[in-house]
């Protein structure tokens, strides 16, 4: 073999080596329990039926500092508390109610009903809160109680900084399912949410500064096939120019600039595109500072995909072409429906696997569920936010 070809291929695995390190499962359970305030409170949520063990599956993550916080979601009824912290007592990992056990009473529309995700801002210290205000949606009467909100939370502070009730004719009361965040940055500050919905097929603009909601529907958010799930994961570029999405029984990714989102009246067809096919169907996304990543539920792994470009420059929506996916990660069994990404502060990419198809199926045991993290030696998107330019840099370009 040529020795230039020999040399490149050294540097390229090398470099490679630099950029993917170890991969760890940090945590492990075959049972989900919390941090009772003590005992004859839990034995009552047992007698009661407020506590099915069965019924509580981890889906969401997101870190801040030294904290992990974690999601379950109230598909079913039994579950306790849908927004925890990650503590340690006695040994065990269990998780503890956030940010209270007051804020988690199922039917006071003033607490927490089902948080399937949220997001943090590592900038501010605030939580965004998406709540579905719907419960037991996976049974056969689910439970319309509340209307959904976002709540943004300062952690720092441990007090509600904003809170907003979706109006009926943007998100139903009836059928909605709020799924997964992201926050979009303008001059410095977080001005617009993007959530997406996995039951109505919809995406969702909150605008911050007039503290209002709107949606967009496109075909490019429903499934392939008549009977797969919609739209799902959801990723914003570290520039804050585009917005990546993904149905999960689809194998497309798309792409919408952010100008596009943030006027209510634009044509939203005029300015989609699919930017190519994903190597497996996914749920979650999430962007670092310089790749987008994805888990592969046909896979049972983690992919990345740099995703560069020709033209004037690799973030113009015109230039953005597919140059390389990889599986950077699997594991035939501990990596089963890889769900949520969340980032720290030390190059690593967390997420969790919680093998959804078993706890979708009743009849079988329970699932055995893992929260992981790989070495990938960037950060979350929003990190340095405030110090990015306060302009679109692509309609910088064009202007």
């Known amino acids: 073999m040529n020795i230039c070809i020999i040399l490149a291929l050294f540097v390229r695995a090398c470099a490679r080596a ?27 949520y047992i007698r009661t039926g407020k506590f099915l063990v069965r019924n509580n599956v981890i889906t ?56 399937q995700s949220m997001e943090i801002d590592p900038n501010t210290g605030y939580m965004w809160i998406i709540d579905n205000g719907r419960t037991n949606t996976m049974e ?28 009926p004719d943007v998100a139903s ?28 097929a919809k995406l969702y603009v909150y605008d ?9 529907q496109h075909p490019s958010m429903r499934p392939e096939s008549p009977d797969g799930t919609p739209i799902d994961g959801i990723a914003m570029s570290p520039t804050f120019d585009y917005l990546f999405y993904c ?14 989102l943030r006027d209510r009246h634009a044509d939203y067809g005029q300015h989609v595109r699919r930017v190519d096919t994903r190597l497996s169907r996914s749920d979650g996304l999430t ?35 597919k140059t390389s996916q990889q599986k950077i990660t699997s594991e035939a069994v501990k990596m089963r429906w890889v769900d949520t990404f969340g980032w ?23 699932p055995v569920m893992y929260v992981w993290k790989i070495f990938v030696n960037e950060s979350s998107y929003l990190t340095h936010a405030r110090q990015k330019p306060n302009t679109n840099y692509c309609s910088a370009l064009v202007g």
């Not at 801040?64 to 508390?81: I, K």
């Not at 592969?296 to 015109?318: F, K, M």
């Open 18 to 44: 630099q950029e993917v390190g170890d991969v760890t499962a940090v945590y492990r359970w075959t049972s989900i329990d919390y941090d009772w305030p003590h005992q004859t409170m839990k034995d009552e």
């Open 60 to 115: 969401g993550i997101k870190l801040y500092r030294a904290d992990v916080y974690l999601t379950v979601p109230r598909w079913r009824s039994g579950v306790p508390s849908t927004l925890n912290r990650l503590v340690t007592r006695d040994g065990k990992h269990v998780l503890q109610a956030y940010p209270s056990w007051e804020m988690q009473e199922v039917g006071d529309c003033s607490a927490l009903q089902y948080v």
């Open 140 to 167: 056969s009467t689910p439970q319309n109680l509340c209307p959904p909100k976002l709540i943004i939370w300062d952690i720092e502070k441990n007090r509600e900084v904003h809170r907003f009730i979706f109006p």
């Open 173 to 200: 009361h009836t059928s909605c399912f709020l799924n997964d965040i992201v926050l979009d940055y303008v001059d410095g500050r977080v001005a617009f949410a993007y959530i997406t919905d996995t039951n109505d």
């Open 208 to 216: 911050h500064d007039r503290n209002d909601a709107y949606f967009f």
């Open 247 to 260: 149905p999960i029984s689809s194998h497309g990714l798309f792409q919408i600039p952010t100008t596009v």
């Open 287 to 321: 962007y670092g500072q310089r790749n987008l990543y994805y888990g592969l539920l046909d896979l049972n792994g983690v992919a990345r995909w740099n995703i560069s470009g020709e033209g004037q420059d690799p973030r113009c929506l015109e230039g953005v072409v």
């Open 344 to 366: 720290d502060e030390k190059g690593y990419l967390w997420f969790t696997a919680n093998d959804l198809s078993r706890f979708m199926n009743t009849a079988e045991d329970g």
